[in-house]
């Protein structure tokens, strides 16, 4: 018979255990966002950019922090000269955010290069203010935080954009739709940047998106160019930084931000021949474009291809083809609003300030979903045929009273072939698992079972990419394992002190 003192100890233990995790809000993620830091009513200075950034970090330090990569050229269009090196400032959201996980976390970068493409930088930071804020009352952000290393270099082209205005729309020269496109760097050495026509971009300076080292020599070899590919590879600090990051941290999946065209471009972008994991990129395309708006219209979207398709030209010499073509990552690029056909209506490179938070929220979501697969590792070229496609299973575990089940294993497996992934619930019951971290391709007609504290779930991948399951279930097996132990510990210790 257990003793008095075995049996309250016992007690104590079962109330620790079994006292419920009370979730967070459920997993929606665009509603009712105010932002604390930046009010999105206009476009950032760098130097308002850097300030926010900054601030955001220091306010949100357990998950959020703030360093340089490197420096600009430091071309300052106000004293004309380069005497204002720019830190190329980077945000890392995780939840050990001083400490690198890349080899048990998967670490995606999002960046922006083009110096007149306002929106871009303008998005980056939206992004950034939304998974830090939302970090505590948004369960799908605060899975991403706590099993992602999310990086973001919000305004990589700094130079580029201080030269075209500095977020200010009265510094423009000429329409909106021009401006300047490239970097600042001396072409000609003579201490000066020389502008030839910044409507069109003409003039010194080089594309950042033309100067990475895949099919580079394929790109514009005429300095004066918009398109100008730089003297070699990887000649600018910007990419060159951007290279080094991508390696230190052994990115997995790689975003860069441009606007506009209202489009999510797949590789190649170097030509028009298709991708070994063409299947693969289509469907994180068609997946992603779903989640997208027009104009804050749910039922007009993004178009998605390769750039050849949808925007009309070839790239050569682009960060997404040298981050997929040399290092076998999962590389887009994304032309955001408005569409190209309002090019001389409407907004141009420049959207007016009251369509910042209108364009950021139209592609939003889309964004999660990239962010949501982005623990995808793609197998070799010459077994892309294989590559299971993005798809997104998530929800919670929760017993008979509803309360949030912590630790519980989820797993999915693949009735046809057996194959299977697994996660285990957070703190909030919540669970989210990717399709494509499969070992082999699916289709939309294979059997798929959830199986979650000794409850299933049988269900297809056929729907637009993301699957809402909740699961109830009255124990978890794997309490058993911590409570039997602890049981024996408890009783050993008291046939111990009987002895005495």
Same mark, same amino acid.
């Given at each position: 018979?257990?003793?008095?003192?075995?049996?309250?100890?016992?007690?104590?233990?079962?109330?620790?255990?079994?006292?419920?995790?009370?979730?967070?809000?459920?997993?929606?993620?665009?509603?009712?966002?105010?932002?604390?830091?930046?009010?999105?009513?206009?476009?950032?200075?760098?130097?308002?950019?850097? #300030?926010?950034?900054?601030?955001?970090?220091?306010? &949100?330090?357990?998950?959020?922090?703030?360093?340089?990569?490197?420096?600009?050229?430091?071309?300052?269009?106000? %004293?004309?000269?380069?005497?204002?090196?720019?830190?190329?400032?980077?945000?890392?959201?995780?939840?050990?955010?001083?400490?690198?996980?890349?080899?048990?976390?998967?670490?995606?970068? +999002?960046?922006?290069?083009?110096?007149?493409?306002?929106?871009?930088?303008?998005? /980056?930071?939206?992004? *950034?203010?939304?998974?830090?804020?939302?970090?505590?009352?948004?369960?799908?952000?605060?899975?991403?935080?706590?099993?992602?290393?999310?990086?973001? +270099?919000?305004?990589?082209?700094?130079?580029?954009?201080?030269?075209?205005?500095?977020?200010?729309?009265? $510094?423009?020269?000429?329409?909106?739709?021009? !401006?300047?496109?490239?970097?600042?760097?001396?072409?000609?050495?003579?201490?000066?940047?020389?502008?030839?026509?910044?409507?069109? #971009?003409?003039?010194?300076?080089?594309?950042?998106?033309?100067?990475?080292?895949?099919?580079?020599?394929?790109?514009? *070899?005429?300095? /004066?160019?918009?398109?100008?590919? !730089?003297?070699?590879?990887? @000649?600018?600090?910007?990419?060159?930084?951007?290279?080094?990051?991508?390696?230190?941290?052994?990115?997995? @999946?790689?975003?860069?931000?441009?606007?506009?065209?209202?489009?999510?471009?797949?590789?190649?972008?170097?030509?028009?021949?298709?991708? @070994?994991?063409?299947?693969?990129?289509?469907?994180?395309?068609?997946?992603?474009?779903?989640?997208?708006?027009?104009?804050?219209?749910?039922?007009?979207?993004? @178009?998605?291809?390769?750039?050849?398709?949808?925007?009309?030209?070839?790239?050569?010499?682009?960060?997404?083809?040298?981050?997929?073509?040399?290092?076998?990552?999962?590389?887009? #690029?994304?032309?955001?609003?408005?569409?190209?056909?309002?090019?001389?209506?409407?907004?141009?490179?420049?959207?007016?300030?009251?369509?910042?938070?209108?364009?950021?929220?139209?592609?939003?979501?889309?964004?999660? &979903?990239?962010?949501?697969?982005? =623990?995808?590792?793609?197998?070799?070229?010459?077994? *892309?045929?294989?590559?299971?496609?993005?798809?997104?299973?998530?929800?919670?575990?929760?017993? =008979?009273?509803?309360?949030?089940?912590?630790?519980?294993?989820?797993?999915?497996? /693949?009735?046809?072939?057996?194959?299977?992934?697994?996660?285990?619930?957070?703190?909030?019951?919540? &669970?989210?698992? $990717?399709?494509? %971290?499969?070992?082999?391709?699916?289709?939309?007609?294979? =059997?798929?079972?959830?199986?979650? !504290?000794?409850?299933?779930?049988?269900?297809?991948?056929? !729907?637009?990419?993301?699957?809402? +399951?909740?699961?109830?279930?009255?124990?978890?097996?794997?309490?058993?394992?911590?409570?039997?132990?602890?049981?024996?510990?408890?009783? *050993?210790?008291?046939?111990?002190?009987?002895?005495?």
């Amino acid at each position: 018979m257990l003793s008095k003192r075995l049996f309250s100890l016992i007690a104590v233990v079962m109330l620790i255990l079994l006292v419920p995790n009370f979730p967070s809000s459920a997993a929606s993620n665009e509603k009712s966002f105010t932002p604390e830091f930046f009010s999105f009513d206009h476009y950032p200075s760098y130097e308002e950019m850097n #300030a926010t950034i900054h601030r955001m970090a220091e306010n &949100y330090s357990s998950i959020m922090k703030v360093f340089s990569i490197g420096k600009t050229w430091g071309w300052d269009p106000i %004293t004309n000269s380069y005497d204002s090196p720019r830190n190329i400032w980077t945000i890392k959201i995780s939840d050990n955010v001083d400490k690198d996980e890349n080899d048990t976390e998967p670490s995606i970068l +999002i960046t922006w290069h083009h110096a007149r493409e306002w929106i871009g930088p303008a998005f /980056n930071l939206y992004l *950034a203010e939304h998974l830090v804020e939302e970090y505590h009352t948004n369960d799908t952000i605060h899975w991403l935080v706590d099993h992602y290393e999310i990086y973001i +270099i919000p305004m990589a082209n700094a130079d580029g954009y201080v030269e075209d205005g500095n977020g200010n729309m009265s $510094n423009l020269t000429g329409q909106s739709t021009g !401006g300047w496109r490239k970097n600042c760097r001396d072409n000609n050495g003579n201490g000066k940047l020389d502008v030839i026509d910044k409507w069109d #971009a003409e003039g010194e300076g080089v594309d950042p998106e033309r100067n990475w080292d895949w099919h580079w020599s394929e790109g514009d *070899a005429n300095p /004066n160019s918009p398109t100008y590919h !730089g003297p070699h590879p990887f @000649s600018e600090p910007v990419t060159k930084a951007e290279r080094d990051l991508i390696i230190s941290k052994d990115i997995d @999946s790689f975003v860069v931000i441009h606007s506009f065209s209202a489009a999510i471009l797949l590789p190649w972008f170097y030509t028009s021949i298709a991708s @070994s994991h063409r299947d693969f990129y289509y469907s994180l395309g068609k997946y992603m474009a779903e989640r997208t708006m027009l104009d804050g219209n749910p039922a007009r979207h993004f @178009s998605y291809g390769q750039p050849y398709q949808v925007i009309g030209y070839n790239a050569p010499g682009g960060s997404s083809d040298w981050v997929y073509g040399k290092l076998n990552k999962m590389a887009i #690029a994304v032309e955001m609003e408005p569409l190209y056909g309002n090019f001389f209506l409407q907004d141009g490179f420049h959207a007016k300030p009251d369509k910042i938070v209108t364009y950021c929220k139209d592609f939003y979501e889309a964004m999660i &979903y990239f962010l949501e697969v982005s =623990n995808t590792k793609l197998k070799p070229k010459d077994e *892309a045929m294989d590559q299971p496609s993005p798809y997104v299973i998530w929800g919670h575990v929760k017993d =008979n009273q509803g309360n949030p089940i912590s630790g519980a294993r989820v797993e999915i497996k /693949n009735e046809d072939n057996g194959d299977s992934i697994y996660a285990y619930t957070d703190e909030n019951g919540f &669970y989210m698992l $990717n399709l494509a %971290t499969l070992h082999h391709r699916y289709n939309s007609t294979t =059997n798929f079972t959830l199986i979650a !504290g000794g409850e299933t779930h049988n269900f297809r991948a056929n !729907g637009s990419g993301r699957l809402h +399951i909740e699961i109830t279930t009255p124990y978890v097996p794997e309490m058993s394992y911590i409570i039997v132990p602890i049981l024996c510990i408890l009783i *050993a210790i008291e046939i111990r002190l009987r002895k005495q």
